[in-house]
């Protein structure tokens, strides 16, 4: 959080001390500096969490290079631009300039641009600017984080429909291919919400996402630890901050449960920034006071021991998922083409030729892959976050319904053929996933022929 006053006149300065504000019930660690009749006030926590988007951007460069200069920069032009014409417009308005920083980050570490396509980053930059600025309480205070916003509108149009897959595209799976990437975030994220106040958000978060859904990967915690914790959009009463981590982690759960991609993410966040203005009516401290003695009373809960027990909790929950769910040494994509000429197959064959998904299988991996507005390409599903290798040569099973034959599944290959596995190096600068892609090659011609004779 930053904020400017009016001083006398003194020699610049820098001090490190502590504050308090309406946003969290522990005083927090910040800097001050001073010049002239300028102040300005920084967190710690949010120096930190600059500090720690840049570390997860040169993750992604060195594991998977996903990103672009020239995206950043139009994400950070973008916002600048916007600003400086509000400022012009309403010259008592505040220059924000570090929140807006760490805004654009959060969208450029979950969306790319194509090649050219730039104007994207700078329309979901515009999206959750507007958020900020417009779609506020009787307060002043933002309902949602303007970089969860962007990055919901980015999945919102990404699954529309519209096929922007080769325009924008989701690019946060690069996080898993990074090893022990799952503990680094889960450490820097206690951190933070040790010295940003919101240990509490943060275990409420993280309950409820395991009571749903168990164990997630890093790209789901960077949401959950470092944009779902924005001290301006989380509640200010402690047990109000539960209920909205609870609340989150749980939608999510049950939207994933559906299917699975950047808007799911982020969704149960927006649901949740929607319904707690309802909720906050209600003040629950008497009620769990009466119930629970001290135990129901934000001051027991808010004690420094208390704080930190939480936080190595948040590391334990890190160290358990990078066990269970280590980092990905491989990556499997599916291409599905027109036997015949090679061509990549798209949305309209996709639903002429097929009844539902296509299921693939080797060893004990199961692949469930369909056409994904979101990618605007093939994509498959997995009951477990990552699927098994699959080496050159392996058998793969087929399963599939044709779209004019709906209640008869085939396991031939009559329009299908045998599929191949073709494999390339792991491109990152320090490693990363090699690709396996698993080839289909449809026979286009023969299924017409077989409906058509229905």
Known sequence: MTESTLASDSAPSLKLGRFTTPESPVSLWAFTARFGAWTR???????????TQYVFFLALYLYSPRQTLTNVLAAYGTVFLLQTVEWRLAPGRRFRVLTSVAMCNTICLFYAAGSGRWQWMSLLVTLGWLSRTFIVNREGRHLFNPGTFGVFWGGLLCSSGLQVGAWIHPISHGFTHVPHFTLVVAGIGALIAFLGGHVDVVLAVLAGTFAARGFVSSAELIIFLFAATD??????KFWHRIQFGLMASIITGMLWRVTSNELVKVGGLMITGLLMPFFLRFDYAPWMR???????????????????????????????????????EHEVSISVRDAQTGA??????????????IIVQYDATLLN?????????????????????IQPG????????????????ETSDRFIET?????????????????RIIVLGVHVDAIRTACRAR
């Open 290 to 328: 009466a119930r629970l003695g001290r135990y129901g009373e934000e001051a027991f809960w808010s004690r420094p021991f208390l704080r930190v027990i939480g936080a190595l909790l948040v590391v334990a929950y890190g160290v358990a998922a990078d066990v269970v769910y280590p980092h990905r």
């Open 419 to 435: 599929p191949r596995i073709v494999a390339s190096e792991a491109h990152g600068t320090a490693g990363g996933a090699d690709m």
């Open 41 to 51: 006030t920084v967190s710690v926590a949010l120096l930190l969490q600059l500090a």
């Open 394 to 409: 392996a058998r793969v099973r087929l399963r599939y319904r044709l779209a004019c034959h709906p209640d008869v599944e």
């Open 369 to 389: 892959v369909s056409w994904a507005d979101l990618y605007g390409a093939w994509n498959w599903t997995s009951h477990g976050i990552h699927p098994g290798q």
């Open 344 to 357: 990549e197959l798209g949305r309209d064959a996709a639903h002429e030729l097929f009844a539902g998904d």
């Open 231 to 236: 001290p301006v959009t989380i509640p200010r």
